[in-house]
T-cell receptor, first 111, second 115 residues
């Protein structure tokens, strides 16, 4: 089964970079790695996704290991509004292509 | 603006009642999903639909029912058979269920409480 492993929580100081890791050793060759984040009492929102190459957008950067068994979401300059639960998710081909959601990483930003 | 609308935001259910949560999307997406989230937990899939007039059970379908009569609508009924329905319910949609590269979009969620 496709599975991701993330730390339960991380802390960072405001205006400093944050690196959120995700292990996905069983990823298949054609699966994108997606990152979403969820603020309290809201639906998750898309952050970024990638396949092999590193990706950048206005919210974050995604660094993907060469063997694709891990990835890191990078918030270049965290603000208090970035405090959320961050999910790294994959598609599970064995479960009829369902997306697999773990418990995510709770990111705490200290002022 | 395109998006997903869930209603109501808050709902109270008495023991033995069925309640229906609404989900509407105007993104022209084929795939739609219902997830349940308990406090401090990740998302668990209840039901999903890959296309109109078709739906499949997810991991925790017992006590729930859905319909997909229109592309834009995917209502969820929480039946009296669901013994512990108090949770945060999230509806989502995606252009194609099987495609790995498509982004999934979520509604703002509905809080259901049993009183």
């Amino acid at each position: 089964d496709a599975k991701t492993t993330q730390p339960n929580s991380m802390e960072s100081n405001e205006e400093e970079p944050v690196h959120l890791p995700c292990n996905h050793s069983t990823i298949s060759g054609t699966d994108y790695i997606h990152w979403y984040r969820q603020l309290p009492s809201q639906g998750p929102e898309y952050v970024i996704h990638g396949l092999t190459s590193n990706v950048n957008n206005r919210m974050a950067s995604l660094a993907i290991a060469e063997d694709r068994k891990s990835s890191t979401l990078i918030l270049h300059r965290a603000t208090l509004r970035d405090a959320a639960v961050y999910y790294c998710i994959l598609r599970d081909v064995d479960s009829n292509y369902q997306l697999i959601w773990g418990a995510g990483t709770k990111l705490i930003i200290k002022p | 603006d395109g998006g997903i609308t869930q209603s109501p935001k808050y709902l109270f259910r008495k023991e033995g009642q069925n309640v229906t949560l609404s989900c509407e999307q105007n993104l022209n997406h084929d795939a739609m999903y219902w997830y349940r989230q308990d406090p401090g937990q990740g998302l668990r899939l209840i039901y999903y639909s890959q296309i109109v007039n078709d739906f499949q059970k997810g991991d925790i379908a017992e006590g729930y029912s859905v319909s997909r009569e229109k592309k834009e609508s995917f209502p969820l009924t929480v039946t009296s058979a669901q013994k512990n329905p108090t949770a945060f319910y999230l509806c989502a949609s995606k252009r194609g269920h099987r495609s790995s590269g498509n982004t999934i979009y979520f509604g703002e969620g509905s809080w259901l409480t049993v009183v």
